[in-house]
């Protein structure tokens, strides 16, 4: 057993847990965070990303102690009460989603694709990017679309700030 | 009305999905809760000589291990297929006993033969681990052909040669009377490959039962609780539908895959009382590969007969379909009454023959997956009229309008009654999209650049709807195929609808609001959508085949006359006029012609108060109704895809694709748009990526994401879609269905496309890069 520190979505949070405790199942279990969901156990899905001091990581193959000390953020703390990140209103008003498994993994995914390239994407860029994430609803049409839109709400934003 | 039918009204239920405040199954978590890990065989096909499970009980927080065995000392029910098929001598069906867990025989990789419950996730899996079973190897019949095979393994003593049925469809021999009489035939062997669905979320049950009222509670990733409710109850013994409440919450995709009553829910309910505590089980996704039902799966040899004016004349077909260990709930169906009842796809054919064996193999029970049959019959008939445009040296989309049905109602020798349709607009429509005329040049610019150039069609068509009750009772089905709903006006004017369809991602809260919307002239926010929950709900059969729209919505409009017709009786009473000259506008019911009116708030309140009603008349507002169908739905379309292939890697590029598709009515054009997009995405998966592998010894090669080749973004195009309009004469919102067509037309599409650009018609799916080049290097030698 291991006692672990972490910030998760601003809060400070301490658990003692098994030494091969994955964060997803800190944050599901532990946390009833149950946004963050598990697709395929093996990295591929992308279902379970949240980030971790900023950055889109996988949540179902990250132990708990690799978290220890980080500042971790899943899809329920994205939001600033009522209003919703542009990513979330962006995947809405795009049809960016239909079971919305995937979803979450989805946002968190394309915040950090948005991040990383200054908001300067194009269509070929963001499927490029996207290829960690797994849709079976979309065809990813929709998502990409989404994303695209997202990153245009997403300039403005950070030029209004 | 901005929020009516036909606007693009954004999803009332996306809210939660994008704030991670879904709930799915293995969101629940119940008070005292535990957990099941699964003993599975890692063997196809072998006897079980014994299983220990002491060590197992000794692990930390283990609760209990329960083996096949005991499930058969309680009495639990085997699984059952639901559809009766009669072979072509009048034999029922050879259905092989399925426990639950295996007693004494493991027939596919990953049959259950025990489940460890303890108190946490890891516990449950290490001391599933720490059962020892000891298995004798049997030979392993892995496909088809292995199963047929004489002296192939028997893999249940009720099926003799493995064989379940054969069973036949049309008048073989008038066929064989109109291929004496041809011009040209046209014959192939066809392969259609076989999926796993892969929903994204991965199926999980947590029961929970109550000694006290011996009622059990069921969580489930369901498409149809009721159905599951129904299955649990009336076949596998688990309790009396009144001790059972099922519950689909947020269900996070389908494909069909969750339509199925599966063991592992069947033992968490029956473990949940063994143990005294609730009990979760969640798969991972191997578990999901080696479990969920898988699709498709067929060997077709097919004869087509031409005329000399290039009209076909006849359809012979004969298919062998692969229904895996056991036979799944609707598995006996597929390949039969969904499948060989399209084999005339848009064509009028005097003439089909068909013939279908299904047989058992040591794999994954296969049942209906996106589709079901019908990408099946149009993968036979898109290829076979592209071929014979080849082979007839005749321009392919011609040879098809050449032999459209034009006439409607149009009756096909197997079965089908078409009611309506415009199969030259959306060829047309889809012509205009790709730009056909100007498809020459870019090819030869292609070549110009080394590349290789090709473009191919489908124009499919599909039955959906499902079903008329009495007509799929004729055919064998268990079930009756109507769907139910219930209308509440609130004594404040809200409504909740109460439906029997079930939403796994098709957005009911959002379309279902919008046809209420707009009968009412009320905003979607005073609606509610109520489903997935059978102490709600009273009876569904929930969501598959493109039903929801056609069948699920129908029922509401039904309720709705009677709930508007009741309302209009208590206006007409307080206003001292006439029902007929009610109208209902913006939410106000008015008297026509005259500025009296009453708001819908105060006519639910006066139904409620009872003050001031008409004589006899029983208070309340509150309407139920179940609607049949009267026939299936026939959505149809063309799909035409260009590609461009590079020799040297034998890599496909899309270039471009184009979707006409007629649904009928459009009750939300982006839903709809979604449902084609998803479709697309399969069925160009299966195409170009998707394929589950048995090597010889019935392992599953392809049992995680790694191994798996799903549709990622950067292997797909955008889409083009158009849509061209005849609305079905068989229900009232003349709705077709939509959730299905991408998935069914657009794989010969692909094959068509990549086969013309390299010049071989030789060519399995998935067309991988490695495939595509060899295909193209054979065809070098040969010329």
């Known amino acids: 057993m291991s006692k672990v520190k972490l910030t998760v979505n601003g809060k400070a949070v301490s658990a003692d847990v098994e030494d091969r405790t994955l964060l997803v199942h800190l944050l599901r279990d532990h946390l009833g965070l149950t946004g963050t969901h598990i697709g395929c156990d093996t990295s591929q899905c992308g279902a379970c990303i949240v980030h971790i001091d900023g950055r889109a990581v996988k949540s179902c193959t990250t132990l708990v102690g690799q978290a220890d000390g980080a500042n971790v953020t899943t899809i329920e703390g994205i939001s600033k009460g009522d209003a919703l990140h542009p990513m979330q209103e962006a995947f809405r008003d795009n049809h960016g989603l239909q079971c919305g498994y995937c979803t979450p993994g989805m946002i968190m995914s394309a915040i950090d694709i948005v991040h990383r390239y200054q908001g300067n994407l194009d269509e070929t860029t963001v499927r490029h990017e996207l290829e960690g994430n797994i849709c079976r609803c979309t065809g990813y049409h929709n998502i990409v679309k989404s994303v695209l839109d997202a990153a245009g709400r997403m300039k403005v934003a950070a030029a209004a700030e | 009305m901005s929020e009516g039918i036909g ?4 999803r009332k239920e996306d809210k939660r999905f994008i704030t991670g405040k879904g709930k799915y199954t293995d969101d629940v978590r119940l008070h005292g809760m535990t957990y099941a890990s699964f003993v599975r065989s890692p063997h196809a096909h072998a006897k079980i000589k014994s299983i220990n499970v002491d060590a197992a009980m000794a692990m930390p927080g283990v609760v209990d291990v329960l083996t096949g065995q005991q499930l058969v000392d309680d009495k639990i029910g085997n699984l059952i297929c639901g ?11 050879k259905m092989g006993a399925w426990p639950a867990m295996a007693p004494e025989v493991v027939r596919f990789v990953g049959n259950a033969v025990a489940v460890v419950i303890a108190e946490t996730r890891n516990q449950a899996r290490d001391a599933a681990e720490a059962v020892e079973v000891v298995y004798e190897e049997l030979p392993v019949a892995a496909d088809i052909r292995a199963a047929i095979a004489p002296g192939a393994p028997q893999l249940h003593p009720e099926a003799p040669g493995n064989v379940i049925y054969d069973w036949t469809i049309g008048d073989e021999a008038a066929t ?15 392969v259609n490959s076989r999926l796993s669905p892969n929903a994204m979320e991965p199926r999980s049950a947590v029961a929970e039962y109550d000694s006290a009222e011996e009622h059990f509670t069921l969580y489930t990733t369901s498409q149809n609780p009721h159905v599951a409710r129904l299955v649990l109850s009336a076949f596998y013994n688990i309790a009396a539908e009144n001790k059972l409440r099922v519950i689909a919450p947020d269900v996070g995709g389908g494909f069909g895959s969750k339509i199925f009553i599966y063991p592992e829910e069947m033992v968490a309910l029956w473990a949940s009382k063994r143990t005294g505590r609730p009990v979760k089980w969640t798969c991972d996704r191997t578990e999901a590969f080696l479990t969920d039902a898988h ?6 040899k097919a004869e087509m007969a031409f005329d000399k004016d290039n009209k076909i004349i006849g359809l012979r077909v004969k298919t062998h379909a692969n229904l895996g260990a056991y036979m799944s709930l609707f598995s006996s169906s597929v390949p039969t009454y969904l499948y060989a009842t399209l084999l005339s796809g848009q064509y009028n054919i005097p003439n089909i023959f068909a013939e279908v064996i299904s047989v058992y193999t040591n794999t994954t029970p296969v049942d209906a997956y996106r589709g079901a049959g019908r990408p099946e019959a149009s993968f036979v008939m898109e290829r076979m009229m592209e071929t014979a445009a080849r082979q007839l040296k005749v321009d392919p ?3 098809r309008r050449k032999n459209f049905v034009t006439q409607f109602p149009h009756q096909t020798p197997v079965i089908m009654a078409y009611d309506i349709g415009d199969f030259g607009a959306s060829l047309d429509a889809a012509l205009n999209a790709i730009d056909y005329a100007g498809f020459p040049a870019r090819k030869a610019k292609s070549k110009a650049e080394g590349k290789l150039r090709g473009i191919g069609f489908s124009c499919y068509i599909e039955a959906c709807g499902i079903a008329p009750s009495k007509a799929v009772g004729s055919l064998g089905a268990g079930v009756g195929l109507w769907e139910s709903c219930e209308v509440r006006v609130n004594p404040v004017g809200t409504i909740e609808i109460l439906t029997g369809s079930h939403s796994h991602g098709q957005g009911h809260e959002t379309t279902f609001s919008q046809l209420v919307a707009d009968r009412l002239g009320i905003p979607t926010s005073q609606i509610s959508i109520i489903h997935g929950d059978t102490d709600k709900v009273q009876f569904g059969m929930g969501t598959y085949g493109s039903r929801s729209g056609a069948v699920g919505m129908s029922a509401i409009v039904k309720a709705m006359e009677k709930v508007e017709a009741k309302a209009k009786k208590i206006v007409a009473h307080q206003l001292e006029a006439s029902e007929n000259d009610i109208v209902i506008e913006n939410g106000e019911f008015k008297v026509t012609g005259t500025d009296k009116k009453i708001a819908l708030p105060m006519v639910a309140l006066a139904a409620y108060t009872g003050h001031n009603l008409p004589d006899g008349m029983e208070p309340g507002l509150k309407e139920t109704a179940f609607y049949d169908p009267t026939n299936f739905t026939f959505p149809a379309g063309t799909y035409i895809c260009e590609v461009e292939v590079d020799p040297g890697t034998g890599k496909t590029d899309f270039v471009n694709f184009v979707a006409a598709d007629d649904f009928g009515r459009l009750i939300n054009p982006m839903i ?4 084609v ?5 399969q069925g160009i998966g299966q195409a170009l990526l998707e394929h589950a592998v048995y090597d010889q010894n019935g392992q599953l090669m392809t049992a995680s994401f790694m191994d798996y080749a799903m ?20 229900n009232p919102l003349g709705i077709k269905g939509c959730g299905e067509a991408g998935a069914i037309g657009s794989t010969p599409a692909v094959i068509n496309a990549i086969t013309d650009a390299i010049g071989n018609n030789n060519l399995e799916m998935p067309a991988s890069p490695n495939r595509v080049w060899h295909a193209i290097h054979q065809q070098q030698a040969a010329e």
């Open chain 2, 7 to 10: 606007a693009r009204v954004v």
């Open chain 2, 83 to 93: 559809w009766m098929i009669h072979s072509k001598d009048g034999t029922p069906m």
């Open chain 2, 176 to 190: 064989n009377e109109a291929f004496t009489k041809a011009a040209n035939v046209v014959a192939m062997d066809i």
């Open chain 2, 295 to 300: 699709g498709r799966d067929h060997l077709t």
């Open chain 2, 397 to 399: 989309a011609e040879l």
């Open chain 2, 672 to 675: 709809v748009e979604g449902q």
């Open chain 2, 677 to 681: 997009h998803g479709g697309l995405a």
């Open chain 2, 711 to 730: 549709p990622r973004a950067d292997d797909l195009p955008s889409f083009k879609l158009s849509h061209t309009t005849t609305l079905c004469p068989g």
